[in-house]
C-alpha cells in the first residue's frame, strides 16, 4: 500500500481553484523533493510537477506545487474540462529505498 | 525526441516467468536511471524497481523483491525487467520511465518526465 496519502477525489466548476494535498512522512515528503503527475484515462502518467514546484516545458501556470513540512499540495487554478483526470504526488523514500506514489485523487471538472 | 516501447506483455499462469523489454532512443540511455512503474487495473500507480545508469546498484519494491530483477545492456539501449514466480496480484499495465537522474545519490530528486505507453501483463490460469 501506499506511503502518500491523498484525497480520493476533488471537483469544482470551471473556472475555479482545486487543492488536492498529499500527505507522507519524514523519510520521503520531509526530506526529499516532491512530483506530481497527471493521468489522463488509457493514457501513461506526465509529468506535471517536478521538485516542489517546478513546471516542465509545455505544462500551464495554472499549475503549482508547493511543500510544507511532511506534507505538500498541487493546485490547479482556472479549472477546465481537459484537467479532468488522476493525479498523483510522488518522491523517494530513504527508509524504503524506493520511489513511492500518493494514492490519487481523480479531479473532476462539474 | 525520447522514445521509449515496451514489449513483452502477455498472459502467464501463475507460477510461470516473462521477461518485459523496454527499448530506449533519442536519448543517450547509459547516462540515465531506468526505472518500472506498474499499475493494476483500475488501480493507482505503484513504482517496481530502478536501475543505476551502469547497471552497478537495483532498488525494488518490497513486493516483487526476490522475484523480480531489472537489468540493463547499454550496448543495445534496452531495459528489462524479468518476472519470476508470478501472482494473480502482478495483472497490471508495466511502464518503463527514464529518469532524471544517473546514480543512487541523485535519487532523493528523481523524477520521470518520460514514459513509454506501458505493456499488460495479466497473470491467470
Known amino acids: 500500500q501506499s506511503v502518500l496519502t491523498q484525497p480520493p477525489s476533488a471537483s469544482e466548476t470551471p473556472g475555479q481553484r482545486v487543492t488536492i494535498s498529499c500527505s507522507g512522512s519524514?523519510?520521503?515528503?520531509?526530506?526529499?523533493?516532491v512530483n506530481w503527475y497527471q493521468q489522463l484515462p488509457g493514457t501513461a502518467p506526465k509529468l506535471l510537477i517536478y521538485?516542489?514546484?517546478k513546471r516542465p516545458s509545455g505544462v500551464p501556470d495554472r499549475f503549482s506545487g508547493s511543500k510544507s513540512g511532511t506534507s505538500a499540495s498541487l493546485a490547479i487554478s482556472g479549472l477546465q474540462s481537459e484537467d479532468e483526470a488522476d493525479y498523483y504526488c510522488a518522491a523517494w523514500d530513504d527508509s524504503l529505498n524506493g520511489y513511492v506514489f500518493g494514492t490519487g485523487t481523480k479531479v473532476t471538472v462539474l | 525526441q525520447v522514445q521509449l516501447v515496451e514489449s513483452g506483455g502477455g498472459v502467464v499462469q501463475p507460477g510461470r516467468s516473462l521477461r518485459l523489454s523496454c527499448a530506449a532512443s533519442g536519448f543517450t540511455f547509459s547516462s540515465y536511471a531506468m526505472h518500472w512503474v506498474r499499475q493494476a487495473p483500475g488501480k493507482g500507480l505503484e513504482w517496481v524497481a530502478v536501475?543505476?545508469?551502469?547497471?552497478?546498484?537495483?532498488y525494488y519494491a518490497d513486493s516483487v523483491k526476490v522475484r523480480f530483477t531489472i537489468s540493463r545492456d547499454n550496448s543495445e539501449s534496452t531495459l528489462y525487467l524479468q518476472m519470476n514466480s508470478l501472482r494473480a496480484e502482478d495483472t497490471a499495465v508495466y511502464y518503463c520511465?527514464?529518469?532524471?537522474?544517473?546514480?543512487?545519490?541523485?535519487?532523493?530528486?528523481?523524477?520521470?518526465?518520460?514514459w513509454g505507453q506501458g505493456t499488460l501483463v495479466t497473470v491467470s490460469s
Open positions: 519524514s523519510s520521503n515528503i520531509g526530506s526529499n523533493t
Open positions: 521538485n516542489i514546484n
Open positions: 520511465a527514464r529518469g532524471y537522474c544517473s546514480m543512487t545519490s541523485c535519487y532523493p530528486a528523481e523524477y520521470f518526465l518520460h
Open positions: 536501475i543505476s545508469y551502469d547497471g552497478s546498484n537495483q
